[in-house]
């Protein structure tokens, strides 16, 4: 029998090749993994930038909603760029209660030229041209102060265009935006529009608006109308089932008018005759 030193002789020059050859196989290995991480390391650096620059852009989106949503308003396609980064600086400054006044006068300046452009532009979307003469007549109407006229005259087509959108598509419900809120067509038309579709000002204008339409403008009210009465004590807050069945009764004010004007001109960006 061998002994034990030479034993270990024996076994170290039947391994050391091995493990060697395992050694250098390993090395070989590690060397290729990181020639391949330096090669991807440029896509990857890439990668992590376009991650910081999207979360930063979704920071934002959330941002300029949120200075808008106080006010129960949102960004439409017919607002300037230095008005909303206005309206948001105001809101960052604690300046909230004067956002309303300055969304109010820059739709009033100059004889209501930039509301009168903005319902001029509908007429080239053909879900909103059958219906022109009902929106030229309640310009005219905001214009005038008719407010009792513009609000009830405008709410159905808000989500008569949407709803339209949606069956022509055959478009599937989708889950509300906000937590409790209720589904509306216009939410579920936009949630179907592919993503990139809209630029970052559109995209805060339809998701400003969704929120308002689920948790206020379109809320379901009850069976009793049993939530009527947040509605009645505060005319910022107008609800389509309370107004057209006869319930809310105090909704007529030029916020109030300019915001569905408002809606509608955020509804205008579904138009088929565009790529978008």
């Known amino acids: 029998m061998k002994s034990n030193e030479s034993l270990v002789k024996h076994y170290e020059s039947t391994l050391s090749p091995i493990s060697q050859a395992v050694l250098e196989a390993g090395l070989r290995e590690s060397l290729r993994v990181q020639e391949l991480f330096e090669r991807l390391r440029p ?22 909603i949120t200075a808008f949503q106080d ?7 017919s607002m300037s760029r230095p008005l909303m980064n206005k309206i948001v600086r105001l809101h960052s ?13 820059y739709y009033k300046k100059n004889d209501y030229a930039t509301l009168k452009r903005a ?7 053909p879900y909103f041209l059958p219906r022109m003469q009902i929106f ?7 214009i005038n102060g008719r407010y009792t006229l513009t609000i009830p005259a405008l709410l159905p087509h808000i989500e008569g265009i949407a709803r339209e959108i949606v069956e022509q598509y055959g478009l599937s419900s989708l889950e509300p935006h906000i937590e409790g809120g209720a589904r509306t067509y216009p939410s579920t038309a936009f949630g179907h529009v592919v ?7 559109e995209s805060v204008a339809v998701r400003g608006l969704s929120r308002y339409l689920e948790g206020i403008m379109y809320l379901h009210l009850g069976r009793g109308f049993e939530k ?27 916020m109030n008018s ?16 565009e790529d978008s």
């Open 228 to 254: 009527l009465p947040e509605f009645s004590k505060r005319k910022s807050k107008i609800n389509r089932h309370a107004i057209l069945h006869g319930v809310q009764t105090n909704y007529a004010s030029y």
């Open 195 to 201: 993503a990139g579709a809209f630029t970052f000002n």
């Open 136 to 142: 030229k007549d309640a310009l005219e109407a905001h």
């Open 119 to 125: 319902v001029a532009k509908w007429e080239s979307n």
């Open 43 to 64: 896509a990857m650096e890439q990668a992590l930038q376009r991650l910081r620059w999207v979360a930063n852009l979704a920071m934002q989106e959330e941002k300029a």
């Open 71 to 77: 006010s129960h308003l949102w960004p439409t396609p």
């Open 258 to 273: 300019l915001r569905v004007f408002l809606a509608l001109d955020v509804l205008s960006l579904l138009n088929p005759e």
């Open 93 to 105: 400054e604690g300046k909230s209660q004067v956002i309303p006044t300055v969304v109010a006068r």
